[in-house]
């Protein structure tokens, strides 16, 4: 009680300094003077006055809430301070404090309004504030329409962040790390697993753990393996096989939470993922939440470096993925994991600098300086549009403001615009995905009747740099996804994998490979006698002993695995140190009369050059073009026709 009634005296002293600026900047005739000449400048001091003014007055009236409801808060924070149970954490916020703080907020709306309104078109260009001062207010500006916009939609929004934040009960989130350096559909393999449960506002502690100890059987002796920790879930994972429609390809036995990502469709996967864990775990989930590398490299560049005692490293945005893939990858690494950890199974340990990183961060991000919030929540938005952070919640409301807000991770279903989503699975039970680069170029040809012609090269290219970890030799299952009344027209770079081998290992007795695999530029290799090796022994459709390379062609698989769309599908084989080349031709039937558009959905961790023509016999002007790497942010292309002349605009 004591620290909020000092806090409550020092926001009063505040808020009657910044009133009385405020007051000056709006009626001084000699500030009125100076305005004329630097009307920028001013203006932005009045509103910053204003935005300031406003934020003491809203400090004052939750401090005063808090004061009032301090005894029970008190009581409730000593009682979890106390105990020892943190997988089931005591709550701080019951539905009465909650019920008060929302009564505040329907109070404070106009003062939320009015530091929105100050806040537009504010440029901090030539006023006397230091870096970070600027980097600050750069950041916390624009999220205040954001937040007065929410606030203004009445107590809807807030009831459901008090359902996120276990208000009513306590709501438990399944969080995963993606490794993007082994590619799966959301953009990484997900190794590591915790728990988040929060209980009125209170987080337990996180503890991420390898999915590998209770889905996989590492009790090989030769390598120093170890049983899986809970027979009893492993019998259940080796009885599970993936769901339809994923099942008619997926080529991997005893699936489980580990391979749940299999659909680039968020929602989907996350709703495979929740029933998964569930039925394995049997924890009911909330929700789930993905991340890439690429996450923690934006957080650390708002919270500064992380510290892993145990290892005596320091972790920076700028060595983040280095120190990862050391450890994850590297021999010298994974040893230094066996010894500090005491885990001798070679799979077990190599995660664990990974997990400690993971935890450390989130004990960052959960202790952040009131200063840093706006950062963070402004590069939280943006990772979702980018698909680096991919979230979803069995909430609609909450749902439907992360669309408005961010980003579901959706895909494209519309059947009023052309799309192109490619997506990439390496099943080859290694980490070759660093190595291999994508290039998508595509060419659209549309017809007097809008019909849209497609002629799409897919350059894969794999140029081993390290140790993979697995199998040399990629195997990667692609899939192409376009509206759903497409229709095939021609395809190569596919392996048909039950028309025999044209070429392999030697030892096994197939002919040897040439650097031109298949003499028509398809596969080109950069040794003159590329080398293959089997395929790992998890993937039943491709055989466990085959060192070859089939023919290719056409995609193999031609019926969809998600509602709405139609796809092309089918293996990429590709050993390492070559380039492979995948073409496909499709026609789409007109959408619309009108313009064209083209909606396309890069996959996370993929970050392709894409190479983009539209070709029109309505434009005199020539084919339009657009080349760039996407990463990660749906973008929409749209053909604008003035007259004769046409422009390809990205929106």
């Not at 952070?389 to 959706?410: C, D, F, H, M, W």
């Amino acid at each position: 009680m004591d620290k909020l009634q000092q806090a409550q005296k020092e926001i009063a002293a505040a808020h009657n300094d910044f009133a009385s600026l405020s007051d000056e900047f709006d009626h001084d005739g000699s500030i009125g003077l100076v305005g004329s000449l630097l009307p920028s400048q001013i203006n932005a001091a009045r509103s910053l006055t204003h935005i300031a003014t406003d934020a003491t007055v809203i400090g004052d009236k939750l401090i005063s809430t808090a004061m009032k409801h301090s005894p029970e808060m008190v009581a409730t924070l000593r009682a979890s301070a106390a105990d020892k149970d943190t997988a089931h954490p005591k709550p701080y916020i019951t539905k009465e404090v909650f019920a008060a703080l929302n009564q505040d907020l329907d109070t404070l709306l106009p003062v939320f309004k009015d530091m929105s309104d100050y806040s537009q078109g504010v440029s901090l260009d030539g006023l006397p504030l230091t870096a970070s001062q600027s980097h600050t207010l750069s950041s916390l500006l624009p999220l205040l329409p954001t937040v007065h916009t929410l606030l203004a939609q009445g107590p809807g929004v807030r009831e459901a962040f008090g359902w996120m934040i276990g208000v009513d009960q306590p709501r438990t989130f399944l969080l995963e790390p993606m490794d993007s350096a082994e590619l799966r559909s959301t953009g990484g393999f997900t190794g590591q697993f915790g728990e988040l449960t929060f209980n009125g506002g209170h987080m337990n502690k996180l503890n991420m753990q390898n999915i590998g100890a209770y889905e996989e059987d590492h009790s090989d002796p030769t390598v120093g393996g170890s049983k899986p920790l809970n027979p009893i879930l492993y019998d259940k994972v080796t009885q599970q096989h993936a769901p339809p429609p994923f099942d008619a390809w997926w080529p991997v036995d005893n699936f489980g939470v580990r391979d749940a990502n299999v659909s680039a469709d968020f929602p989907t996967t996350a709703q495979t993922i929740m029933q998964y864990y569930t039925g394995e775990f049997g924890t009911p989930l909330s929700g789930v939440i993905l991340f890439t590398p690429a996450l923690i490299k934006q957080i650390l560049h708002v919270t500064g470096p992380i510290t892993i005692a145990e290892y005596g490293e320091t972790v920076t945005e700028q060595n983040l993925e280095a120190k990862l893939h050391y450890y994850q990858l590297d021999n010298k690494g994974i040893y230094r994991e066996i010894v500090i950890e005491h885990q001798h199974d070679h799979e077990l340990a190599r995660k664990a600098f990974t997990r400690r990183v993971t935890q450390a961060l989130m004990g960052n991000v959960m202790h952040i300086p009131v200063a840093q919030l706006a950062p963070m929540g402004a590069q939280m938005f943006q990772a979702m549009k980018t698909k680096d952070l991919q979230v979803y919640v069995a909430n609609p409301q909450l749902e439907a403001l992360i669309a408005k807000y961010g980003s579901t991770a959706s895909m494209d279903r519309s059947n009023t615009h052309d799309g192109l989503y490619v997506v990439q699975e390496n099943l080859s039970a290694s980490k070759a995905s660093q190595y291999v680069t994508t290039t998508i170029k595509d060419t659209v040809t549309l017809d007097q009747q809008n019909n849209a012609t497609h002629s799409l090269n897919i350059v894969l290219n794999y140029q081993k740099k390290g140790d993979v970890y697995g199998p040399d030799t990629y195997q990667d299952y692609v899939r192409v996804y376009v509206p759903k009344d497409s229709t095939l027209v021609s395809g190569n770079g596919f392996s048909q994998i039950n028309d025999g081998a044209v070429c392999g290992s030697t030892a096994a007795g197939y002919p040897p490979c040439q650097q031109d695999v298949y003499n028509d530029g398809s596969l080109v290799c950069t040794s003159a006698t590329p080398q293959v090796d089997p395929p790992t022994r998890h993937i039943n459709s491709l055989g466990s002993n085959i060192a070859a390379l089939n023919p290719i062609g056409k995609p193999t698989n031609p019926d969809s695995d998600e509602t709405g769309r139609a796809m092309f599908g089918g293996w990429a084989i590709i050993p390492p140190d070559c380039k492979l080349t995948i073409t496909l031709s499709w026609t789409v039937p007109p959408l619309s009369q009108n313009n064209y558009s083209l909606m396309f959905q890069p996959q996370a961790s993929v970050n392709p050059q894409v190479d983009l023509t539209v070709k029109s016999t309505a434009c005199n002007s020539g084919d339009t073009h657009f080349s760039g790497t996407i990463s990660g942010q749906d973008t929409m292309f749209n053909l604008k026709r003035q007259a004769a002349s046409c422009s390809l605009q990205r929106k």
